[in-house]
């Protein structure tokens, strides 16, 4: 087996309160990417659907990762990566984290799953490193092992999956770009300790919502008094979305990511699909072109959706 196709999802990063330590992998939308091996080192990167991804496998997401688990391998081979990617970069759901994660697990496939789930997020990471110049696993994490995830450190490597009631997630991405490195260059460099205290209680809450599938908690703890009231600024229309959304019965949502998309959480499909006209009532107002998804989480993360030898 030297091919693998995969699909790799899009995920929400932070889920409002947990900057940089929570997650989540939606099942809509998602890349498709196709990973080959090679008889010679390198890392080839092809890009199918006209995002102008960089060539250099070094300062490509899916290419810095590779280089990095090649490194560590120690063997005479490569890998050629070609991306068919629908999770446009800059939107606030994971295009990098899809990119950089669909190539190590797709990589591992090919030489038989010499790496652990924890290793492959830890090559991972080089990927979002050449995104944001910062390693962060809130995207990445979700996008390998699935689900909700909660990173509890990242040197060393800590993560924790947590449980979840079942869902819908309605997410709408305004067509404005959001690069992950400027939003976190405006974030305060100091907090306040009763802000942080009442930061702290959220996630806490938060966690706790989801594994005692409370959906009143977790809408109570879906708050961020920290880096939501910087970054939305970056969002027209983040507050009557916010407000507008939570009155038509979602459970409250925020930033995805840096943004610029938002996502709320619905107990029921009716109720998604409800915000999801709300959001589009909004965008359509203000004149800002958008696309919205209505989808799940996703409990798998990265699928293997087609293997052969050439």
Known sequence: MNKVTIQSPATVANLVCGFDILGMALDQPYDIMEVRKLDKPGVIITSLDGFPLPADPAKNTAGAPLIEMLAELDQPIGFEVIINKQIKPGSGIGSSAASAAGAVVAANHLLGNPFSKEDMVRFALFGEKVASGVK??????????????????????????????????????????????????????????????????????????????????????????????????????????????????????????????????????????????TMKAIYTRIGLDHHTYVTTINQQGVKIIEHAIL
């Not at 947590?162 to 460099?189: G, N």
């Not at 809450?205 to 961020?224: C, P, Q």
Request: hydrophobic residues 45%; aromatic residues 6%; contains cysteine.
């Open 136 to 277: 962060h696993a809130d995207n990445i994490a979700p996008c390998i092992y699935g689900g909700i995830t909660l990173i509890r450190s990242i040197f060393p490597l800590d993560i924790v999956s947590i449980p979840a009631p079942r869902l819908y997630v309605t997410v709408v991405h305004p067509q404005i770009e959001v690069r992950t490195s400027d939003a976190r260059q405006i974030l305060r460099k100091q907090v306040l300790l009763k802000d942080a205290i009442r930061q702290w209680g959220n996630i806490a809450g938060l966690v706790a919502g989801f594994v005692k599938n409370d959906y009143d908690l977790i809408g109570r703890s879906l708050e961020d008094v920290i880096i939501e009231p910087v970054r939305s600024m970056l969002i027209p229309g983040f507050d009557e979305v916010k407000a507008k959304c939570k009155e038509a019965g979602a459970l409250g949502g925020g930033i995805s990511g840096s943004g610029p998309s938002i996502f709320m959480l619905s107990k029921d499909l009716a109720t998604a699909q409800q915000v999801e006209t």
